[in-house]
């Protein structure tokens, strides 16, 4: 008689339970680091002044400029219909993703800095001659929405969506004119995720083709969502612009170390 033991079989609802609960840590982790890929950077910061220590009464965010003609839309087939569809030149496209943008980055900017603590307002009207203001305004250098297609199904940087601007910080303080604090530029793109063709690759490691195309679809359902268009990329933008802000506040004093953070 063979001394060979078998352990006891787990019933099948208790085994399907346990991949389950794999697959989902594999697609959390999945998105958590295609979180990670995305580009938000400073860079070429030219201070001119340090900020006074004297916190500012507002923060004024003024509405970027752009010029619509350097919109790039996306280019696809289906995107393209749906304007022709919908009765939109590519100059309406150009303009009605040049406000999109505009809108999106002063408006999460001001909800940012608020929330840091700023008395922050989106406003292109002068600033009061007898507070102290911080001015923030810029201008987009590159507004490139990429490519959906190539996104979704490539991915790894194919048809990536591109923003850029250049920044200036202002200091305006009571009875004075304002004055130039800070400029820096600032690129977003969606960076590289991995395409539904790359999802595939790592579902079938795992031996599982339902895995494969559920952990794709996932990963490729998160980049788009989150990384869809320069007006996501907009977001993730004036995120990068408020951080530096908090920065500099911090380092007057006008806000706690924690609120940078």
């Not at 594999?26 to 400073?42: E, G």
């Amino acid at each position: 008689m063979s001394n060979f033991f078998m352990p006891p079989q787990l019933p099948i609802s208790v085994r399907r339970a346990g991949r389950v609960r794999r697959i989902g840590t594999i697609i959390a982790l999945s998105a958590i680091a295609l979180s990670a890929c995305a580009n938000n950077a400073i860079s070429g910061v030219t201070q001119v002044r340090p900020l006074p220590n004297t916190r500012p009464d507002a923060v004024f965010v003024r509405t970027f400029d752009v010029d619509p003609n350097l919109v790039r839309p996306d280019p696809g087939k289906l995107e393209t219909l749906t304007s022709t569809i919908e009765g939109k030149s590519e100059t309406d496209r150009q303009a009605s993703i040049a406000l999109e943008v505009q809108q999106e980055v002063a408006n999460e900017l001001v909800q940012r800095l608020q929330a840091a603590g700023l008395p922050a307002v989106h406003t292109d009207r002068p600033a009061p001659d007898n507070q102290n203001v911080l001015i923030v305004e810029g201008r987009f250098e590159t507004v490139d929405a990429g490519k959906r297609s190539r996104r979704v199904l490539i991915g790894l940087g194919a048809g990536k969506s591109k923003l850029g601007a250049t920044v200036s910080v202002l200091y305006q303080q009571a009875h004075q004119p304002p004055s130039l604090i800070e400029s820096y530029s600032t690129q977003i793109d969606s960076g590289r995720q991995p395409g539904l063709a790359e999802g595939l690759g790592v579902g079938a490691a795992a031996g599982s083709l339902a895995v494969s195309a559920g952990l794709g679809g996932a990963m490729h359902a998160h980049s788009e969502r989150t990384h869809d268009q320069p007006v996501n990329d907009a977001r993730r933008m004036a995120d990068a612009i408020a951080k530096q802000v908090e920065h500099e506040g911090a380092a007057q004093g006008w806000l706690p170390q924690a609120a940078t953070h």
